[in-house]
Structures are given as structure tokens and as C-alpha cells.
């Protein structure tokens, strides 16, 4: 099993540039979390989908940022446009099931955004 | 006051002694709590969960919880400096397992 898999590992932009980031979830999950880590705030969830569906986008800063999960195995987060306060690590962690699954992480997106 | 709270550090430990971390949570509900490490530039993975009251334990690794208290602690035994890494608690705090609610770690460092 290749687990969680995201690009880029690493992103540097200008300020008000578009991102992207991409997840790929391991197969047969059905749950997918995006999580942003910073020294300050620490790990923080911004979205989770359950079978392709936004359950819950309260921890989505605000609407420069959107989350997508167009199939079963794949999701992307966009911040359009881009400041310096989202450089950060993004995570995206996929799990099998809703109820006390272990969260498999992958190995993060290092953003920085100049 | 944050959900989820721990100590942040660092916490140093001599090689062989006992390191025990600590974390608390505000909210009531919360059924599941896990223990997550993360070495630097790595993501988190899970080495312990518990769900009731008492003490579980995994090899070096023992995970005590007390809900009356809102209190739950990860004891490692034998401390290696391979454990040297961030700890993180992580609790559900929406009152099922979908979601879980992370401190913000505890640094710890073994000393050889």
C-alpha cells in the first residue's frame, strides 16, 4: 500500500498566486481530512469528507480557501489568492470508516508564500 | 481556553528513565483519545488510542485516562533517544470519532 499521497512536498509562491494542493487517499477509504500545521496554532483541521461529501468546512479560514473531492481517491485544496499568513504544513489524512479508525497522514505540503 | 491541552516543553529525559506526558480537554463528550509522534519534518502517526477509564499498555508505551479528571497521559518506559519527537494528544471533541480535535504537542528529547 503506497498510503496518503500528496504533492508537491513543497511550494513556494508570491503572494496573491493561486495554489493547489493534492491528496491522494489509500485505496478503500472513505475518509479525508485537511489539516494545516503552524508553530503558533499547531495542527489545525480545516475540512473533512466522508464518501466524497464535505461533512464539515468550519475550520476553512475563509472563502479564499475551497476544498474538492471529485472521486473516491482524490482531493485538492485551492487558496486563490494566495498571503503570507497560509505559509504553513498542509497534511491531508485519509481513514477506513467513521468510528475510532487510526488516521493515516501522508507527508505533508510545505507552503510558503513570499 | 483551547479544547485540547498540553504542556509544549521540551521535555528532556535521560536515556533508560521513565517520560511521561500529559494532556487535558474541555470538552465532556469525548469518547476517543490518541496518541500521535511526530519527528521533525514528519507527519504524525498514531502509536497508542484509549477509550476507557484506566491504563493500556503496549510494549514500552502505556496510555492512562481518567474522565472524571479530563485527563489522559502516555507514559514510555525505558525512554530510547529514537523517541526523541513531538508528541501529540488527540481527542474527539464532537462527541463521535469523526473528528479529532489535536494539542499542540509536547517536544520531548532522550538524552543518551
Known amino acids: 500500500d503506497a498510503g496518503v499521497i500528496q504533492s508537491p512536498r513543497h511550494e513556494v509562491t508570491e503572494m496573491g498566486q493561486e495554489v493547489t494542493l493534492r491528496c491522494k487517499l489509500i485505496?478503500?477509504?472513505?475518509?479525508l481530512f485537511w489539516y494545516r500545521q503552524t508553530m503558533m496554532r499547531g495542527l489545525e483541521l480545516l475540512i473533512y469528507f466522508n464518501n466524497n461529501v464535505p461533512i464539515d468546512d468550519s475550520g476553512m479560514p475563509e472563502d479564499r480557501f475551497s476544498a474538492k473531492m471529485p472521486n473516491a481517491s482524490f482531493s485538492t485544496l485551492k487558496i486563490q489568492p494566495s498571503e503570507p499568513r497560509d505559509s504553513a504544513v498542509y497534511f491531508c489524512?485519509?481513514?477506513?470508516?467513521?468510528?475510532?479508525?487510526?488516521?493515516?497522514f501522508g507527508s505533508g505540503t510545505q507552503l510558503s508564500v513570499l | 481556553q483551547k479544547e485540547v491541552e498540553q504542556n509544549s516543553g521540551p521535555l528532556s529525559v535521560p536515556e533508560g528513565a521513565i517520560a511521561s506526558l500529559n494532556c487535558t480537554y474541555s470538552?465532556?463528550?469525548?469518547?476517543?483519545f490518541f496518541w500521535y509522534r511526530q519527528y521533525s519534518g514528519k507527519s504524525p502517526e498514531l502509536i497508542m488510542s484509549?477509550?476507557?477509564?484506566g491504563d493500556k499498555e503496549d510494549g514500552r508505551f502505556t496510555a492512562q485516562l481518567n474522565k472524571a479528571s479530563q485527563y489522559v497521559s502516555l507514559l514510555i518506559r525505558d525512554s530510547q533517544p529514537s523517541d526523541s519527537a513531538t508528541y501529540l494528544c488527540a481527542v474527539d471533541t464532537s462527541g463521535s470519532a469523526r473528528q479529532l480535535t489535536f494539542g499542540s504537542g509536547t517536544q520531548l528529547t532522550v538524552l543518551p
Open positions: 470538552d465532556r463528550v469525548s469518547q476517543s
Open positions: 485505496s478503500g477509504h472513505n475518509s
Open positions: 484509549i477509550y476507557s477509564n
Open positions: 489524512a485519509s481513514r477506513r470508516g467513521q468510528d475510532n479508525e487510526k488516521l493515516f
